[in-house]
């Protein structure tokens, strides 16, 4: 299955109801003396499926492999933040919250490192990665739409391995 859209992604979509749940969480009252801390979390958790879907967008392995970094990050600060509130006395009611909460967020950063590292070993890279070598190769035997096409065959064979496959954990 070829996918042309952000929303068709099974990892989007763990990070945008990971998202909801931070923004749920964050209504209880525990957050009203901590507005910083509430913003912060929810934006770091929509900061997970955004730049998944901004890396998806740009078109360029090179760009998807920044913007995945950038949404694993965001899932690490939302995984920080909620041991902060772990830690908080004040939180003790939200503890299972949290807990299930730090599973989602933890289940997200590896499958984006997953597909991450596939990715990266892959031999069809963006011209940040390619040797001069492999570059000049690319550039003599492939067309433009070839290149393109080899690309999302790429993408098509990391979902094949399940490296983006996230109901089944979740």
Same mark, same amino acid.
Request: proline content about 1%.
């Given at each position: 299955?070829?996918?042309?859209?952000?929303?068709?992604?099974? *990892?989007?979509?763990?990070?945008?109801?990971?998202?909801?749940?931070?923004?749920?969480?964050?209504?209880?009252?525990? @957050?009203?003396?901590? *507005?910083?801390?509430?913003?912060?979390?929810?934006? =770091?958790?929509?900061? /997970?499926?955004?730049?998944?879907?901004?890396?998806?967008?740009?078109?360029?392995? =090179?760009?998807? *492999? /920044?913007?995945?970094?950038? =949404?694993?990050?965001? =899932?690490?600060?939302?995984? %920080?933040?909620? !041991? @902060?509130?772990?830690?908080?006395?004040?939180?003790?009611?939200?503890?299972?919250?949290?807990?299930?909460?730090?599973? /989602?967020?933890?289940?997200? %950063?590896?499958?984006?490192?997953?597909?991450?590292?596939?990715?990266?070993?892959?031999?069809?890279?963006?011209?940040? @990665?390619? %040797?001069?070598?492999?570059?000049?190769?690319?550039?003599?035997?492939?067309?433009?739409?070839? @290149?393109?096409?080899?690309? !999302?065959? /790429?993408?098509?064979?990391?979902?094949?391995?399940?490296?983006?496959?996230?109901?089944?954990?979740?």
């Amino acid at each position: 299955m070829k996918y042309e859209r952000f929303e068709d992604l099974s *990892i989007w979509k763990a990070a945008m109801d990971l998202a909801h749940s931070v923004y749920r969480l964050t209504h209880d009252r525990f @957050f009203t003396q901590r *507005i910083d801390l509430r913003n912060q979390l929810r934006h =770091a958790a929509l900061s /997970v499926s955004n730049n998944i879907a901004e890396g998806f967008e740009r078109g360029s392995t =090179a760009e998807l *492999i /920044v913007f995945l970094s950038i =949404a694993r990050g965001s =899932a690490g600060e939302v995984r %920080s933040m909620l !041991h @902060f509130v772990d830690r908080s006395p004040e939180a003790d009611h939200l503890k299972s919250d949290v807990s299930n909460l730090t599973s /989602v967020a933890e289940s997200c %950063s590896r499958h984006i490192r997953s597909w991450t590292e596939k990715l990266i070993s892959t031999d069809i890279k963006s011209q940040h @990665f390619l %040797s001069n070598q492999t570059q000049s190769k690319l550039e003599t035997n492939l067309h433009p739409q070839e @290149f393109h096409q080899q690309i !999302h065959e /790429v993408v098509k064979n990391a979902r094949g391995h399940n490296y983006i496959e996230t109901e089944k954990e979740l």
